[in-house]
């Protein structure tokens, strides 16, 4: 069983699990995954608590603790900013827990050749901490939005989707987009799990995952997940 520690927020970890049934849509009841989804939308938030480190650890383990008791295999967390948590976390947990700036570096090596401009949105806490950087930065050039952008457009976007103001959302994070494609961006990381949600609100999963411009995070997640469940159950 995939164990999901979601609540970071809590329209990202749905997302999440959309996305997971999605791309196993057509089969039957019984071969879609086994999956628990832990909303634990208490746990404190990230961006407001870089410098209270364990607070915020505090609560990740317990969530992680939860799912490891309730018979998970493994965990994710549709929460790119918390990655700055993983490495602490998973010393105090005994399954594995994937790690999303890491899956979404594999599948760029597949897609986006050395050297490239890739273009990143997240928030300010995931810029500062690095926690895609020091994946990305040996093999891409990766560049970040203007302070202006970043505080007037992609924070925003950010909390309008958390507001569940997806149209709104969808409008104010089209400047960045065209930003990091005027500097040459061949691909755009959307590294906030909030960014999928307002870019692609209303457009069909076909055009989402066939999307050649943007990373989605979750969604490859997702399909990691999915291999990794595969492999699990096969043994």
Request: net charge positive; with cysteine; hydrophobic share 35%.
């Amino acid at each position: 069983m995939i164990g999901i520690l979601g609540g970071m927020g809590t329209r990202a970890g749905l997302d999440f699990c959309n996305k997971l049934a999605v791309i196993n849509r057509g089969k039957n009841d019984q071969k879609y995954p086994m999956f628990m989804l832990y909303n634990k939308s208490k746990i404190p938030n990230r961006i407001k608590n870089l410098k209270k480190y364990k607070n915020v650890l505090r609560s990740l383990i317990e969530g992680c603790k939860l799912l490891q008791k309730n018979k998970c295999k493994f965990i994710v967390m549709p929460c790119n900013t918390a990655h700055y948590w993983h490495k602490d976390i998973q010393k105090n947990i005994k399954i594995p827990i994937l790690s999303m700036p890491k899956e979404v570096f594999a599948f760029a090596k597949k897609n986006c050749s050395r050297g490239s401009k890739v273009g990143i949105l997240a928030t300010e806490s995931t810029l500062n901490t690095k926690i895609y950087h020091k994946f990305f930065e040996k093999r891409y050039n990766l560049i970040e939005p203007t302070q202006n952008l970043q505080k007037r457009n992609v924070n925003k976007s950010i909390n309008f989707v958390k507001k569940g103001r997806v149209k709104e959302a969808e409008k104010v994070i089209k400047p960045v987009i065209k930003y990091l494609l005027k500097m040459k961006c061949k691909k755009i990381i959307l590294a906030c799990t909030e960014l999928p949600v307002a870019i692609f609100a209303y457009k069909s999963f076909k055009k989402i995952k066939s999307s050649k411009t943007f990373f989605d995070p979750n969604l490859i997640l997702a399909k990691a997940a999915m291999k990794k469940y595969n492999l699990k159950r096969s043994k």
